[in-house]
């Protein structure tokens, strides 16, 4: 006797999921091609889908087949083989091998998102291939990291999405409506005109760039874009206001990268008295009138000589803290190219001098090319923290569900589907 399988939508994921004996009794049987996005027809979108079982049976071998786990819950693979991952590829082939006893799970509701509700499968749709790529990385630890950040911020921006599309067209006038639509129908042609001319060029031209994506879910998305950017154009950017005050106060605040202090590259030769050769030697190449740069040369010393790079600031050299009072001092005498020396220490002798390089000149606040760019970082502050608060109100306002536990039973939803291997 062919037995049912019962395809529980929206309940797997919890306790007290639907029994067999609880399908309403106005069901009736689809093809499960009836998941596939866009072959689903407009009248169906039940609670609990029967279907045949030979529909969801694996084509290996006699021995495998796909039971009812008898708990309401999704169909798992049994037998000796294995099942198919039903996959959302071009052309509708099979996908990759299902371990036996491993649960596929179909679907589940995930919540509602101003009152409209939120299915698993429909929000993984579009992210499939990149979870699988993700979960196919030799790295397990990483991989399941990421896996995790990718659906944390892609639940986010989808309820963000969400909720300013529904803002921006409830804000639409009802005799602008008209309009909106006659709109809609020019953009389209416009579109259609610069992907080839007809509509089969359009669309193929589309499915190349955005696969599984019709004319009329392009358009959507094109309306649904123009409609969010105006709408936080008009709520949040007239928030975003920056004064003279403020400029002033950032560069206050990065002073010292606007007005870098001068720097002294001081270059320092050191040779021990023991070492009474190459004393002489450099003692005879200055006699010779060679600079300081053809002698640490001849000694082969790195960097040209260069000791250390010390930055002056408001206090000057004084305001140095790890030097002697004896270097700082010698360092106020110091010229660039005029050689001090030799000095003679305790242990060593020594020449100095100061290195030539560039100094980096000061920027004055009333540059313009300075005063655009702080003003436009302070802008994009602002508009960022006007906008979460903004966004913070929608979702206040327009959601009554726990968004954390709805996030919960996504990533739940997401590992039982793609990951099926211990959690690290």
Not at 201 to 218: H, L, M, N, V, Y
Not at 251 to 268: A, D, F, Q
Not at 294 to 304: E, G, K, M, T
Not at 332 to 341: I, T
């Amino acid at each position: 006797m062919r037995l049912p399988v019962p395809l529980v939508l929206a309940s797997f994921l919890c306790a007290g999921c639907l029994a067999v004996d609880e399908t309403p009794k106005d069901s009736r049987d689809i093809p499960v091609q009836a998941f596939v996005k866009g072959m689903t027809p407009e009248d169906v979108r039940p609670s609990v889908v029967e279907v045949p079982a030979s529909e969801c049976e694996p084509q290996a071998s006699d021995d495998d087949s796909v039971s009812d786990p008898g708990d309401g819950s999704t169909p798992v693979a049994s037998g000796k083989g294995l099942a198919s991952v039903p996959s959302k590829g071009a052309g509708g082939g099979q996908g990759e091998a299902l371990a036996s006893g491993q649960r596929w799970p179909v679907d589940a509701l995930l919540g509602q998102i101003n009152g409209k509700p939120l299915y698993a499968d429909e929000f993984l749709a579009s992210r499939e291939d990149r979870i699988r790529q993700l979960v196919a990385q030799p790295d397990r630890t990483t991989a399941y990291r990421q896996v995790l950040q990718l659906l944390d911020e892609a639940f986010e921006q989808f309820v963000n999405n969400q909720l300013v599309i529904s803002e921006a067209e409830g804000a639409i006038p009802i005799e602008a409506k008209e309009g909106l639509l006659a709109w809609m129908r020019e953009l389209q042609e416009k579109e259609i005109a610069s992907r080839g001319g007809t509509r089969s060029e359009a669309q193929r031209s589309i499915e190349e760039e955005f696969p599984g994506t019709t004319i009329e879910e392009f358009m959507q998305r094109q309306k649904n874009e123009i409609l969010a950017s105006d709408l936080m154009r008009r709520r949040i950017k007239p928030r975003a206001i920056v004064s003279w005050r403020d400029i002033e106060r950032l560069y206050l605040k990065n002073w010292e990268k606007y007005n870098p202090p001068p720097t002294l590259r001081v270059g320092r030769i050191a040779l021990l008295k023991t070492d009474e050769a190459k004393v002489n030697r450099v003692k005879e190449l200055f006699a010779q009138g060679r600079t300081f740069a053809d002698v640490a040369a001849d000694l082969q010393l790195p960097n040209q000589g260069l000791w250390k790079e010390l930055k002056l600031g408001a206090k000057g050299i004084d305001g140095i803290p790890d030097l002697v009072d004896d270097l700082k001092a010698r360092l106020k005498n110091l010229k660039e190219g005029v050689v001090d020396g030799p000095v003679e220490q305790k242990s060593q002798v020594t020449w100095m001098t100061l290195l030539p390089g560039e100094q980096a000149k000061p920027t004055s606040i009333f540059d313009s090319r300075l005063q655009l760019s702080l003003r436009r970082q302070l802008e994009g502050e602002r508009f960022g923290m006007e906008q979460y608060r903004y966004l913070q109100g929608l979702r206040s306002r327009w959601i009554a569900e726990d968004l954390t536990e709805m996030k919960k039973r996504l990533i739940q939803f997401a590992l039982e589907r793609y990951w099926r291997q211990p959690v690290p």
